[in-house]
């Protein structure tokens, strides 16, 4: 694959081989990539946890309320799929 970069990137890219922070261009690309990738899944995360309590405030507006330690267990199960807290 061939990427031509803006002359910014292009400096910057070089640079950073240039003082030793990456061996070479493809990793500080690479690096940049799983950057992006990160910020992208935490940005989904918070966009589904936004979600969630938007959805909470609604259900105790409602009248729909957990008592604590099910609301943990609850969010414990969401997100890291399983209730971590013992009994």
Do not use: C, W
């Not at 729909?64 to 414990?76: H, K, N, R």
Request: hydrophobic letters at 45%.
């Amino acid at each position: 694959m061939t990427i031509n970069l803006p002359t910014d990137i292009a400096t910057f890219v070089n640079s950073q081989v240039a003082s030793g922070a990456f061996k070479s261009p493809d990793e500080v690309l690479r690096a940049a990539v799983q950057s992006y990738e990160r910020d992208q899944a935490r940005s989904l995360q918070e966009h589904r946890l936004k979600g969630m309590l938007q959805a909470a405030v609604a259900q105790a507006e409602n009248g729909e309320t957990l008592d604590v330690d099910a609301a943990f267990d609850e969010v414990e199960i969401e997100l890291f799929g399983q209730k971590l807290s013992a009994e």
